[in-house]
């Protein structure tokens, strides 16, 4: 681990809270020793709840790279990943995580973190969100439309 | 459910797939029986690992409703959501998923969901995406900051 980079991940995610940008998470993409995006929690600012600082360190990486994958990249973060930047990091093809803080952590701060991760551990029919299926066969037309799809670009 | 919102999710999922934005995927956010935010996967093109149907209808839907809270609304997919895409509608308080095409479908047409699933079910130390930890006592003083940051905006 290069504490420096970890410690850029907590500097951000103080510079962010502080100016109002949302809660106190930061992170940063690194590739081959260099800072290649960073990102910090914009949730409240920008009016986006997927707007946690792997998410935006993600899409700041991938843009400046020009990709959709980060494989042989690593990602350092203030805080261990909730559910969604966790399974972003894995689309992202990330290979490694770096973290400070824990879920728990965030939870103690009053961050829902844990009791997503609670609620993803269960099977769907007990968790608090309702799930209602219908129209299987028509959507299952999608995807055989894609297997078809000559110039598909799979990710 | 409303079948029709449903079928325009999977209309969108192939819309979006014809026009080459990325994978067979379309999501829709209904608040009081009006769509309020569309989304399609857009992952390849737009080069953003996280551009997912619904977290793209999620950001159009808190973009046009000016919020962050999308409570109060419904969530109509063309398919299982994602580990991502479910976290993603809990921090957006979304109240109920409507959905056709299952995860194991999405599997069979070649997309990971599935693999993630399992490995987010895994404990830590068993996934494939390795974990280091440091500095957690400087990290732990944003999460301090934050508590005593009287101007926060809790999310």
Same mark, same amino acid.
């Given at each position: 681990m290069n504490q420096d980079f970890l410690r850029e991940a907590i500097r951000l995610s103080v510079e962010g809270m502080e100016a109002g940008e949302g809660g106190p998470f930061g992170a940063i993409v690194v590739r081959n020793g260099k800072i290649v995006g960073r990102g910090w929690n914009r949730v409240t600012s920008t009016n986006d709840p997927t707007a946690h /600082? *792997?998410?935006? /360190?993600i899409r700041d990486a991938c843009g400046n790279l020009n990709t959709f994958s980060l494989a042989g990249c690593e990602i350092?973060?203030?805080? &261990?990943?909730?559910?969604?930047? =966790?399974?972003?990091?894995?689309? #992202?093809?990330? &290979?490694?995580i770096y973290? /400070?803080?824990? $879920? #728990?952590?965030?939870?103690?701060? $009053? =961050?829902?973190?844990?009791? =997503?991760?609670? *609620?993803? /551990? !269960?099977?769907?029919?007990?968790?608090?969100?309702?799930?209602?299926? $219908? !129209?299987? &066969? *028509?959507?299952? *037309?999608? =995807?055989?439309?894609?297997?078809?799809?000559?110039?598909?670009?799979a990710y």
């Open positions: /600082a *792997e998410i935006v /360190a350092y973060t203030s805080c &261990e990943p909730c559910p969604m930047c =966790f399974a972003a990091i894995y689309w #992202a093809r990330l &290979e490694r973290y /400070a803080a824990t $879920g #728990a952590d965030a939870q103690a701060a $009053g =961050f829902d973190d844990c009791r =997503f991760s609670h *609620e993803l /551990a !269960l099977p769907p029919a007990s968790r608090s969100i309702s799930m209602v299926r $219908g !129209l299987e &066969e *028509e959507a299952r *037309e999608a =995807f055989q439309a894609w297997m078809r799809k000559a110039d598909r670009i």
